[in-house]
């Protein structure tokens, strides 16, 4: 199997779902559990806005780290994970589908897939993950900025009650239907589609480049698909970070006092570039980079080790 990415045209049996689902629900829940806590302080440093005299809560990544670790504890960091890893599952396998069902069919008639068609089927992937993704990512956020929220009213000599992501969601679906639970669509969108155009066709070449097995299959050594998931995802999570951050501010439905409100992509732009600069745009971009290289480094590596097929007791078709 040369790429989970790019399937050979003669194979007839290469989109069967259910390994596709099973292998990308495995990889997504190991992925988060191991980086969710980066995740965490992703989002705080992305939502956190910079006071009128330059202060700010958190000084760095470690800084929010140090402080979340010591104001939440160890379970604490973990805020928002149930629901991440709830959805983390359909939200992998779409996109690994995905990805494998449009690069099939934009093939040329000889069998190629020049790396703008590789383009187009990961832009495309991206974009049919958005269903999944945005309520996942809106649920997540809230829960993990609400102890940045907590310790700012806090030292304001206020108390925010505790909530969770059901009261969440269910409060957004009684005052908002269903479009509550799908606020930020848009920067979701420019996020994921962005992001799958530049990491599906580098993870393929990367892979492409690496040692073959001894076994005559021609798929690579499983270490080569994960560290070219690792590099392709890292270069991907900053390339598309100013979108992150867009997404991240516009789906923090509770501000902290003070904080500015946002109407839409154009508008957090511009609000976001007028008081905070250009750099505001890659803030969390470190973390992002450490959470999602080995997230996506083990969802191809489990997508190649075919853990679904040993469990189903299933033939592993050559992809």
Known sequence: MTSSS????????????????????IAGIIGVSCVFPLDLVKTRLQNQQVGPNGEKMYKSMFDCFKKTYKAEGYFGMYRGSAVNILLITPEKAIKLAANDFF??????KDGQLPVTRQMAAGGLAGFCQIVVTTPMELLKIQMQDAGRLAAQAKEAGKTIPKTSATQIATELLKTKGISGLYKGTGATMLR???FSVVYFPLFATLNDLGPRKADGSG??????????GCAAGSFAALAVNPFDVIKTRLQAIKKAEGE???NGVADCIKKTLTNEGPQAFFKGGLCRMIVIAPLFGIAQTVYFLGVAESLLGMKQTKV
């Open 6 to 25: 790019s399937p050979s045209v003669n194979s007839a049996n290469q989109f069967a779902l259910l390994p596709k689902i099973v292998n990308g629900g």
């Open 103 to 108: 690069r099939y069919h934009l093939r040329t």
């Open 192 to 194: 994921d589609v962005s």
């Open 219 to 228: 798929e690579a050594v499983f270490w080569c698909s994960f560290l070219s």
């Open 260 to 262: 500015m409100q946002f």
